[in-house]
């Protein structure tokens, strides 16, 4: 399968603060999407972004495919932006998630 | 909102005994899947199905099987659960238009 991977780890932000994280994938894929799961574990989607840009308020994400990563802008962080932050890739029927980023922003 | 039900969601078992968790969703989509979140490892994938009575494995597949006799329900059974299965469970949906996951919110499976 394809290999997924992401940076940082873990990431701890004051509050107002910009960060960037990475994802890395091994292999051509169909799609990717960038997803932040909560505090209580509820899955959110973020992005659905196979190539290009994409803004959504305080988030943007871009996925240069033909180099195989995608990055993801937090602007102004805020404490409710604290979380995970997972990319997937899909090739086929098939979904890879990499190990994601723990993101803590401190009031 | 997917329209997308995990059933129970919480749930406490011995080893040895079968479980069965059901996924639930409302809009007709073709895809399903099941995954398993561990610390440190992510989302990965046990079972999909791509459509009625058609399923396949994903990489960790071991120690589970699946059924799918209805559109809207994906069955995903534990035949003899052991401790090592004990993980937070997360359905998910295809939507085919866009070829975007969607995720519903999970089953905390503890086997002591």
């Known amino acids: 399968g394809i290999q997924v991977e992401q940076s940082p780890p873990d990431l701890i932000l004051q509050e107002g603060a910009n960060s960037t994280l990475r994802c890395n994938f091994s292999d051509s894929v169909n799609n990717l999407q960038w997803f932040h799961q909560n505090p209580w574990g509820q899955l959110i989607n973020l992005f659905y972004?196979?190539?290009g840009t994409k803004q959504n308020g305080r988030l943007s994400a871009t996925t240069v495919a033909t180099e195989r990563y995608s990055l993801l802008y937090i602007s102004s962080s805020q404490t409710t932006d604290s979380g995970v932050y997972f990319c997937a890739v899909n090739t086929g029927n098939q979904f890879y998630f990499g190990t994601g980023t723990s993101l803590t922003v401190i009031p | 909102d997917a329209g997308i039900t995990q059933s129970p969601r919480h749930k406490v078992t011995e080893t040895g005994t079968p479980v069965t968790l059901r996924c639930h969703q409302t809009?007709?989509?073709?895809?399903m899947y099941w995954y398993r979140q561990d610390p440190g490892h992510g989302l990965r994938l046990i079972h999909y199905s791509y459509g009625v009575k058609d399923t396949d494995k994903g990489e960790v597949s071991d120690g589970y099987s699946v059924s799918r006799s209805k559109t809207e329900d994906f069955l995903l059974t534990l035949e003899s659960a052991t401790s090592s299965q004990t993980s937070v469970y997360f359905c998910?949906?295809?939507?085919?238009?866009?070829?975007?996951?969607?995720f519903g919110p999970g089953t905390r499976l503890t086997v002591l």
């Open positions: 972004i196979p190539s």
């Open positions: 809009e007709n989509h073709r895809y």
């Open positions: 998910a949906i295809r939507d085919r238009t866009y070829n975007e996951q969607f």
